[in-house]
C-alpha cells in the first residue's frame, strides 16, 4: 500500500495572469467541466437518448448554445457537441451518458483540461475580439446564445455570446496565455 | 524666421496655434493645421531633396501623397521614419526633418557630379555596365545602393504599439471627397453600415483647396452639414488619415489609420499609433479622386515647378503663395483655375497653353483678371539651379509636334504644370477591375468590375470631373451600393447644383517639343526621362512590363502615381501605336506606403507565435531547463546543473536514466480517443500491422503510411475498451494525423463508425524511464505494477499521486519504463511529487536531447529526422511491422510501384566512427566511393547521408569510454553491414565508419520487458 | 482574401479553411488490382483546371467538416458548395 496521502494541487495555464486595466474584464472561467459529445441525431436513437440524460435536446441549429440545467451545450459540428458542466461535473455526467447510450454509436469524451474558458465582461468586448478575430460580431450579425469556433490570431476559439454585451471564450490549454496576453494588450490599447 | 510666402489671410490653417520645427537642422515656424510642405513653401524653402539616380536638386511637385520629390527623412533615433512624403506629414510642435539621398548636405550636394555624366547615365546603365564580371556585381551593388541610399531605417526596435483591426460593413466607401461624402450621406439614411476613410486629416477632398459652391453656398458649408448628418447616423463611422490601401478578393479591403502621427513622436500617450483595419465590406464604392498629371518638357524638374493643383492647394488651404510670379503651363482649362486664385492672391501670373486658341469660362475669367496668356505656346527650357528663375517659351507648329519661330523669355518663381488628370483607379485596378482609355478626355477610367468584388466608383475617379455631376453619382451610388447590401429602395434624392463651368477639350502632348538636347522628366523621383522611354522602346522593349523595370519607371516610393501614364503616352509614341495598345502596368497594394509595424500589430515580441507548453513548463522554469522549439512547443531540452555544459548535461542524464530512473515531459505527444464500433477497422487501414488480435489493456506500435506507401507518422496506440483506443502521435505530427483521420472518415469511409476526438491537451504525461522506474512508482500507487500484471506493451487505470490516471508501459528509451498519464491541470502536481519521492533513487530529469540519444541507442526512428517522406517501412527495417496477410490498408499498393521494386533504395543502417570521439554532422553526405577524393573537375557521388548523430557514455569505445553513434539512410545499406564508409565534412576531413545494424544497445530487449 | 461558405457554418474569412485540392477522387475499392498507371493516376495525377474546378475544403478552424465547393480558377468566383457524398451540381461554363 502507498503509504503517503497526497496533497493534490490543480493549476491552470492562467494562474497568476495579471487583467488589464480597461472597458473589458478578462477572468478564468477555473475548471468547467468539459466533455466532447459526437453522434447522429439524424437517425436511430442517439439524441433521445442524449436528450432524456441532458434534460433536452442537443442544438442542431449550427453555432448555438442551449441550456439545461447547470449544463450548457454548444453546437460544434453536425455530429459534435460540447457540454460545460460544473466543475467535477463532468466525471459523472460522462458516465450516465455512457450508460445510457449503451451500444449506440456515439462518443463521450472528457475534455475538461483540454480547453479553458477566459470571460470577458464589459461593453466593448466585440471591439476586443476585433483586434484578432475576423467574425462579424455587429449585433445584427452575433447576438446572445449564439457561438462560434475560428481563430483569434493564431490561436482555435470558441467564442460564446453571453448576453447583449459579455462573450466567453473557449481556447486551448496551450493557447491560453498567447491568447490572454493577446486580449489583455488589446483591452489595453483600447483603453488609452 | 519670417514666413515671408504666407498670405495675410485665408487657409484652414489656425493662425493662432504657431508651431515650430526644424528643417536640415535650421528652424522654422508655422501653424497648426500646415504640412511640413506648406510650412516650408511659406518659409521660402524649395530645395528639400536630390534625385535618386543624378542627385539633381528637387523641391516639392504636389500637395498630397502622389508626391515623388518631396521625401524626408522625419525624426530621430528609434523613431525616424524614412521617405516620409513632406505633403502629408501634418505639422507638429518640434518636428524634426531632414533631406535625403544627399552628402554631406541638400546644398553640396558630391553626388551631383552624376549629373555632369548623365549622358553616361541612360537607362539601363547600371545593368549594361555593372553585369561584367559576373562576379563583382555584389560588390559593384553594395556601392551603387550606397550612392543611390533612399531614406534610413530606424536601427532601434520600434517603441510604438500597432494593432490589426477586423471589420465588417454594408457600404465601404474610399475617399472622403465630394463623391464619397455624398456616397455615404444616401447609403447611411438606409441603415446600412457604413464606412468613409479619407487620407486627409478632414473630410473634404479637392473642396478644401477649392472656391466652389454646392446651393449656392461655399462647398465646405455643404461638407460641415453632410459631416453633421453623418455624425447622426450610429451605424456610420467616419475614418480620416485613414488611407484605404489594397484591395483583394471578395470585398476585403486593408486601411491604415494613422492615430497619432500628427502628434509626433512619443506624444502619442498609450494609444497604437497606426491602426491596420482589414474590412470585409458587402458593397464598394470609390472616391477616390484624380491626380494632377505633369507636362513633360525640357528641364521640368528644378524646384519650383509644381503641379498646378498643388499650387491652387497651397494657396487657398493652407494660406501660402508659393511664388510671386507664377508661370501656369497648360493643356487643359483647370489650369487657369490655379491663375485665377493666384493672382487673386497677389501674384503675377502668366499662362501657356499648348492649346490653340483656348477661349472657355475659365480663360475668359483669367485674361480678365490680368493674366497674360500665351495661346499655342509650350515651354522648351527653364533656367535657375536650385530653383527655378525663369523659362523660355516658343510657339508651337500645327501638329504640336515641334515648336516653331523664336524663342522668349518668362522670369517666373514657380511653373505650375496642368497637365491633365488621371482618376485615380488604384484599387479599382487591384479589385482586378479593367480600365477603358477615353481617348477624349485623354485617361483611364474604369470599364468593368469582378462579381466578386462588386464595387462603383464615383466622382473624379470615375473620370467625372465636373462637381455637380460628381455629387449626383456619389448620391446615386451610396443609394445603390446600400440596396444591393440589403438595405433601402435605391432611389436616388436630387443632387444639389454646383459650380458649374463650360470647358474645353484638354489637347494631349505626352512629350513638349524643344530644340537640342535637354532633360524631359516624366518620373521625378527615379529620374526617368522621355530619352530613356525611347531608348527602351529602340532596344527592344515592347511590353510595358519591361520598359518599366528597364527605365525604373514608376518604381519609386511613390509608385508613379504622376508618371505611369505620361510615361505610357511617351512609350506609345515610340512605338507608333495607341495607349490602349501599350496597356498599364499592374497597380499593387499598398496605394501608400504603409509602415511594417502596423501590418505586424499585435503580432510582435511575445505575441508573434504561441509557445504551447505544458502543465509542468513551472518547474521545468524554476529548474533552469534549456528549452528547444518542436513545432509550436517549448520543450525542456536538457536540464544542465551549474557549470554544465550541453555536453556535460547530456551525457548524465544519459547514464542516470539507463543506470537509476529519468523522468521525462512527454505531454506535448499527439492523443487522439477513438471510439465507435469500426474503430478496428479504420486502424487496419490507417497502419501497416494488424490490430485485430490486440486484447483490452495493451498496447501496440504502428507506422502510418501515406498512399504513396511512404512513412508520415508513427506511435503507440493502446486498447482501452472493446471499441474504444487512445492513439498517440508523434509531438509535431498531432494534428496533421488528427486530420488524416477525418479526411478519411468524412470523404472516404463515411459508413465507418467511428468517432476521433483530439485529447492531446487534456492529458499531462510524465514518462519515467530506468531499472529504479518501477521502485519509484510503487511509492506513488496502489497499481500492481509487476511484470505479469503490467508487462511490457500494458496499460492500466488507477490512481497515481492521488489523481486518475492511466499508466502505459511503453518504452522509447529501451527501459522499462512508465508513460503516466493524468489530466492535464494535476501535471505540475504528478510531476513534483515523483520528483520528491524520486530523491532517493536519484532521479534524473532529462529533456528531448537525451531522449534522442537513448532512443538512438535502440535505433528507434524519429519520423521527419530519420525519414524524409521518402522512407518505406522496409526501407527503416521494418519489415517486421508490415502485414503481410492483410488485403489493405493505406500506401499498401504502392510497395510494388516500379520505383519502390527497383532496389538500390536508401536505408538505415547504423554508423561508427573509427575516431570514437568524432561525432558526425548530422546531414552529413556518405560518400558512393571509398576513396572520395576525386580528381580535379570530377565530383563524387552521394551514397546517402547522416540522420541522427550523439556522442552517449552508455556505448563505450576502445578506451572504455563513451563514444559516438550515428544513423544515416545509405544506399542498398542492409546488405553493407561490416563495410567502412567515408564521410567528407565540410572542413575537409575524410571521416571513416563502420556500416552496422541500426541498433547499438541491448540488442535482446531484455531490459526494456524487465 | 476569398470567403468560403461552410455548408454549416455560413461565409467565412479563407484563413478558417484548409484546401484539400481536386474532389471527387475516389480511392479504388480494390488497390491491389490496380495496374501502376491506374494507382498513380490515383495518387498523382491532377487536372490543374483554367475554369471550373471541383475542389475539397475543410474547416479547419471552425466546425472541422470537410465539403467540396466549384471554383472558377480564373477569377476565384465560387459557383457552388455543397457537402461531402452529395452529387457535384451542374455549373455554367462547366466544360468537363
Known amino acids: 500500500m502507498v503509504n503517503t496521502t497526497f496533497d493534490v494541487s490543480k493549476i491552470s495555464p492562467l494562474d497568476g495572469m495579471v487583467p488589464p486595466v480597461g472597458g473589458v474584464s478578462l477572468r478564468e472561467k477555473s475548471y468547467v467541466g468539459k466533455i466532447n459529445l459526437r453522434g447522429n441525431v439524424e437517425s436511430g436513437d442517439f439524441g433521445h437518448i442524449v436528450e432524456s440524460v441532458l434534460g433536452g435536446f442537443v442544438p442542431t441549429t449550427p453555432n448555438t448554445v442551449v441550456h439545461y440545467g447547470d449544463l450548457t451545450i454548444f453546437w460544434l459540428g453536425p455530429d459534435e457537441w460540447l457540454i460545460h458542466t460544473p466543475e467535477g461535473g463532468q466525471g459523472d455526467l460522462i458516465d450516465r451518458l455512457r450508460a445510457a447510450l449503451g451500444d449506440t454509436h456515439s462518443a463521450v469524451t472528457d475534455v475538461s483540461d483540454y480547453f479553458v474558458v477566459i470571460e470577458m465582461r464589459g461593453t466593448d468586448c466585440r471591439d476586443v475580439l476585433a483586434r484578432g478575430c475576423s467574425l462579424d460580431f455587429h449585433p445584427r450579425s452575433f447576438v446572445a446564445d449564439q457561438c462560434a469556433q475560428s481563430h483569434f490570431s493564431h490561436a482555435n476559439v470558441l467564442i460564446h455570446q453571453i448576453n447583449d454585451t459579455d462573450f466567453d471564450v473557449q481556447v486551448r490549454w496551450t493557447y491560453a496565455q498567447y491568447l490572454w496576453g493577446f486580449l489583455a494588450e488589446a483591452v489595453e490599447n483600447m483603453a488609452a | 524666421m519670417s514666413q515671408s510666402y504666407r498670405l495675410e489671410s485665408g487657409g484652414k490653417i489656425d493662425r493662432a496655434k504657431p508651431l515650430s520645427f526644424t528643417f536640415n537642422g535650421k528652424s522654422y515656424g508655422g501653424y497648426q493645421g500646415d504640412t511640413l510642405a506648406s510650412a516650408l513653401i511659406a518659409n521660402g524653402v524649395k530645395l528639400v531633396g536630390r534625385s535618386f539616380k543624378y542627385h539633381r536638386p528637387r523641391g516639392f511637385l504636389s500637395a498630397g501623397s502622389d508626391e515623388p520629390n518631396a521625401v524626408v527623412q522625419l525624426e530621430e533615433g528609434a523613431y525616424t521614419d524614412p521617405n516620409t512624403r513632406a505633403t502629408v506629414v501634418e505639422l507638429y510642435d518640434g518636428l524634426k526633418a531632414a533631406s535625403q539621398n544627399c552628402w554631406p548636405s541638400v546644398n553640396h550636394d558630391v553626388g551631383e557630379i552624376n549629373s555632369l555624366f548623365a549622358r553616361f547615365l541612360p537607362a539601363g546603365f547600371y545593368y549594361k555596365t555593372f553585369m561584367w564580371p559576373p562576379k563583382l556585381w555584389m560588390w559593384y551593388e553594395e556601392r551603387i545602393r550606397h550612392a543611390a541610399g533612399m531614406g534610413v531605417s530606424p536601427m532601434e526596435s520600434d517603441p510604438d504599439k500597432y494593432e490589426n483591426l477586423y471589420t465588417h460593413c454594408d457600404v465601404l466607401i474610399a475617399g472622403g471627397g465630394p463623391a464619397g461624402l455624398a456616397a455615404a450621406l444616401t447609403a447611411g439614411r438606409t441603415g446600412a453600415r457604413v464606412i468613409i476613410a479619407d487620407e486627409q486629416d478632414q473630410m473634404g477632398g479637392a473642396l478644401l483647396s477649392s472656391h466652389d459652391e454646392i446651393d449656392g453656398k461655399p462647398a465646405m458649408v455643404w461638407v460641415e452639414e453632410t459631416l453633421a448628418e453623418l455624425a447622426t447616423m450610429p451605424e456610420v463611422r467616419i475614418l480620416p488619415r485613414t488611407t484605404v490601401t489594397g484591395y483583394y478578393d471578395y470585398n476585403w479591403l486593408t486601411a491604415l489609420e494613422k492615430v497619432t502621427d500628427h502628434k509626433g513622436p512619443g506624444n502619442g500617450g498609450d494609444s497604437v499609433r497606426q491602426r491596420f483595419w482589414k474590412i470585409r465590406a458587402k458593397q464598394v464604392v470609390l472616391a477616390t479622386g484624380a491626380i494632377e498629371r505633369p507636362l513633360v518638357f525640357a528641364e521640368n524638374d528644378r524646384p519650383g515647378i509644381m503641379m498646378a493643383s498643388a499650387v491652387r492647394t497651397y494657396i487657398n488651404r493652407y494660406g501660402v503663395l508659393p511664388g510671386k510670379e507664377i508661370l501656369v503651363f497648360a493643356n487643359n482649362d483647370s489650369g487657369y483655375l490655379t491663375a485665377i486664385d493666384a493672382i487673386k492672391a497677389g501674384a503675377r501670373v502668366y499662362v501657356a497653353d499648348v492649346r490653340a486658341n483656348p477661349q472657355g469660362d475659365l480663360v475668359k475669367q483669367a485674361e480678365a483678371l490680368g493674366v497674360k496668356i500665351y495661346r499655342n505656346t509650350a515651354i522648351t527650357g527653364t533656367r535657375g539651379r536650385k530653383a527655378v528663375t525663369g523659362a523660355e517659351v516658343m510657339e508651337l507648329n500645327e501638329d504640336g509636334t515641334d515648336v516653331v519661330g523664336s524663342h522668349y523669355s518668362i522670369d517666373c518663381d514657380i511653373i505650375a504644370m496642368a497637365g491633365g488628370w488621371n482618376p485615380t483607379v488604384h484599387l479599382f485596378s487591384q479589385s482586378r477591375g479593367k480600365l477603358r482609355w477615353d481617348e477624349a478626355a485623354t485617361m483611364f477610367v474604369p470599364k468593368e468590375g469582378v462579381a466578386i468584388n462588386p464595387s462603383r466608383s464615383v466622382g473624379c475617379c470615375n473620370g467625372t470631373m465636373n462637381l455637380g455631376a460628381v455629387l449626383a453619382e456619389g448620391l446615386g451610388a451610396g443609394v445603390r451600393a446600400a440596396r444591393d447590401a440589403g438595405f433601402g429602395d435605391g432611389s436616388a434624392p436630387e443632387a444639389p447644383t454646383a459650380t458649374i463651368v463650360a470647358e474645353e477639350p484638354v489637347r494631349a502632348m505626352w512629350e513638349v517639343p524643344c530644340h537640342g538636347h535637354k532633360k524631359k522628366f516624366h518620373e521625378f523621383q527615379n529620374d526617368s526621362t522621355s530619352a530613356d522611354l525611347q531608348l527602351a522602346t529602340r532596344e527592344g522593349m515592347l511590353s510595358v512590363e519591361h520598359t518599366k523595370r528597364y527605365t525604373t519607371t514608376g518604381m519609386g516610393t511613390d509608385q508613379g502615381k504622376t508618371s505611369n501614364v505620361t510615361g505610357l503616352g511617351i512609350m506609345a509614341a515610340a512605338q507608333n501605336r495607341g495607349i490602349p495598345a501599350v496597356g498599364t502596368t499592374t497597380f499593387r497594394p499598398p496605394y501608400t506606403p504603409q509602415a511594417f509595424g502596423a501590418i505586424t500589430g499585435q503580432n510582435r515580441r511575445e505575441l508573434f507565435e504561441q509557445n504551447r507548453t505544458t502543465s509542468m513548463q513551472p518547474w521545468h522554469e524554476s529548474h533552469g531547463a534549456v528549452f528547444e522549439d518542436v513545432g509550436d512547443w517549448k520543450r525542456p531540452w536538457y536540464f544542465p546543473k551549474p557549470g554544465e555544459s550541453m555536453h556535460d548535461a547530456v551525457q548524465r542524464e544519459c547514464k542516470a536514466t539507463r543506470d537509476g530512473v529519468g523522468i521525462m515531459d512527454a505531454s506535448t505527444l499527439g492523443k487522439i480517443d477513438i471510439q465507435g464500433p469500426d474503430s478496428l477497422q479504420l486502424l487496419e487501414m490507417l497502419y501497416t500491422n494488424a490490430w485485430a488480435k490486440l486484447g483490452i489493456g495493451r498496447c501496440r506500435y504502428g507506422v502510418m503510411l501515406n498512399e504513396h506507401g511512404m512513412i508520415f507518422d508513427d506511435g503507440v496506440t493502446t486498447r482501452l475498451g472493446e471499441n474504444h483506443f487512445h492513439m498517440t502521435t508523434t509531438t509535431g505530427g498531432a494534428a496533421r494525423v488528427m486530420g488524416w483521420l477525418e479526411e478519411w472518415l468524412q470523404t472516404e469511409w463515411p459508413d465507418m463508425q467511428v468517432y476521433c476526438t483530439s485529447v492531446t491537451e487534456q492529458w499531462a504525461v510524465a514518462t519515467i524511464s530506468g531499472p529504479r522506474a518501477r521502485a519509484l512508482l510503487s511509492e506513488l500507487t496502489d497499481i500492481d505494477l509487476d511484470v505479469d500484471s503490467l508487462p511490457f506493451m500494458g496499460m492500466t487505470e488507477g490512481n497515481v499521486a492521488g489523481v486518475p490516471a492511466r499508466v502505459y508501459r511503453i518504452s522509447f528509451t529501451g527501459e522499462v519504463a512508465f508513460e503516466i498519464n493524468v489530466p492535464q491541470a494535476h501535471g505540475l502536481h504528478l510531476w513534483e511529487t515523483l520528483m520528491a519521492l524520486g530523491e532517493k533513487y536519484d532521479i534524473c530529469p532529462y529533456g528531448t536531447e537525451t531522449m534522442h540519444v537513448l532512443r538512438a541507442e535502440k535505433g528507434f526512428i524519429i519520423v521527419g529526422q530519420d525519414t524524409d517522406g521518402t522512407c518505406t517501412p522496409m526501407d527503416v527495417g521494418m519489415d517486421w511491422i508490415v502485414s503481410k496477410k492483410k488485403e489493405d490498408f493505406l500506401g499498401k499498393r504502392s510497395f510494388s510501384r516500379s520505383d519502390n521494386i527497383k532496389g538500390n533504395r536508401k536505408e538505415l543502417v547504423g554508423l561508427l566512427t573509427e575516431d570514437p570521439k568524432i561525432v558526425l554532422p548530422e546531414g552529413a553526405h556518405i560518400a558512393a566511393e571509398t576513396d572520395p577524393k576525386p580528381a580535379m573537375g570530377k565530383y563524387t557521388k552521394a551514397a546517402g547521408h547522416v540522420t541522427s548523430s550523439y556522442m552517449t557514455p552508455n556505448i563505450t569505445g576502445p578506451d572504455g569510454e563513451g563514444r559516438s553513434i550515428a544513423l544515416a539512410v545509405l544506399r542498398n545499406g542492409q546488405s553493407r553491414h561490416g563495410e567502412t564508409i567515408t564521410v567528407p565534412l565540410m572542413d575537409g576531413r575524410m571521416v571513416k565508419a563502420l556500416v552496422t545494424e541500426p541498433i547499438f544497445f541491448d540488442k535482446e530487449g531484455e531490459r526494456t520487458r524487465g | ?96
Open chain 3, 1 to 96: 482574401m476569398l470567403t468560403i461558405k461552410c455548408p454549416w457554418c455560413g461565409d467565412r474569412d479563407l484563413t478558417e479553411f484548409a484546401a484539400g485540392g481536386e474532389g471527387h477522387i475516389a480511392r479504388p475499392l480494390e488497390p491491389a488490382t490496380q495496374s501502376d498507371a491506374e494507382w498513380g493516376d490515383y495518387i498523382y495525377t491532377r487536372k490543374n483546371t483554367k475554369g471550373i474546378h471541383y475542389e475539397r475544403w475543410m474547416h479547419a478552424q471552425g466546425c472541422r467538416r470537410w465539403f467540396n465547393a466549384v471554383r472558377d480558377t480564373v477569377s476565384d468566383e465560387f459557383l457552388a458548395f455543397y457537402k461531402t457524398g452529395e452529387p457535384a451540381p451542374k455549373v455554367e461554363g462547366d466544360g468537363s
